[in-house]
């Protein structure tokens, strides 16, 4: 049961550098978002995509851009890290439907942005 | 837009005491409410959820939660705390299902600490 799946679970980056999170959920469910988790800030959420071939902006989506690539993989891109992007960021998968209202979390990748 | 409102970052409990952590909403429409718990290095996981119906629902653990419109709150409530509930627990907010196009939006948590 691999649920949500995200790699890398850390990384560090200079100011400037670009990568890729990457999340994959065996699940088959449609909407699949990232949020990021700042101290005393709780869970933010960065985009989400509520079904294959769309993607929607969320609360913090400066700096950030997103590709749902299939049914099962959303990715988050950093163009070009800055400081403040230092955070963990989760991503998680949802079902359609009112029986289904249950998110599932990845493990988390813990990103430092020096 | 919706908000929740956790009261108090760090709550301190004895074993065996009962643990109650709190959680008000801000929503111009009936909300769908949620606890989720994250212990250290891991994801978040559903504790327990009021979407209709009876409004004292009961979760994993041996959590329970009341949800009470007239005062917008959404307390979190465990008769008596175990050391292996030290976690950090979030409050969460929902529009209402419409396809599976919405969105959670979390509290700030709260840390729960639980000693001997």
């Known amino acids: 049961n691999a649920g949500v799946t995200q790699t890398p679970k850390f990384q560090v980056l200079k100011t400037g550098q670009s990568m890729t999170l990457q999340c994959a959920q065996d699940?088959?469910?449609?909407?699949m978002y990232w949020y990021r988790q700042d101290p005393g800030m709780g869970l933010r959420l960065i985009y989400y995509s509520a079904s294959e071939g769309t993607t929607d902006k969320g609360e913090v989506p400066n700096g950030y851009n997103v590709s749902r690539l299939n049914k099962r993989e959303f990715s988050l891109r950093l163009e070009s890290a800055a400081p403040s992007q230092t955070s963990v960021y989760f991503c998680?998968?949802?079902?359609?439907?009112?029986?289904?209202?249950?998110?599932?979390f990845g493990s988390g990748t813990q990103l430092s942005v020096l | 837009a919706q908000s929740v409102t956790q009261l108090g970052s760090h709550v301190s409990v004895s074993e065996g005491a009962l643990v109650l952590l709190r959680c008000n909403y801000s929503?111009?429409?009936?909300?769908?409410l949620f606890w989720y718990v994250q212990y250290p290095n891991q994801g978040l996981q559903l504790l327990l959820k009021?979407?209709?119906?009876?409004?004292l629902v009961k979760g994993i653990n041996g959590f329970e939660a009341e949800f009470k419109k007239s005062e917008t709150s959404f307390h979190l409530t465990k008769p008596s705390a175990h050391m292996s509930d030290a976690a950090e627990y979030f409050c969460a907010v929902s529009d209402i299902w419409a396809g599976g196009g919405n969105k959670l939006t979390f509290g700030t948590g709260t840390q729960l600490k639980v000693e001997l």
């Open positions: 998680a998968s949802k079902d359609r439907g009112q029986a289904n209202e249950k998110l599932f």
């Open positions: 699940m088959n469910h449609n909407s």
């Open positions: 009021y979407t209709t119906g009876a409004t």
């Open positions: 929503s111009s429409v009936p909300p769908y």
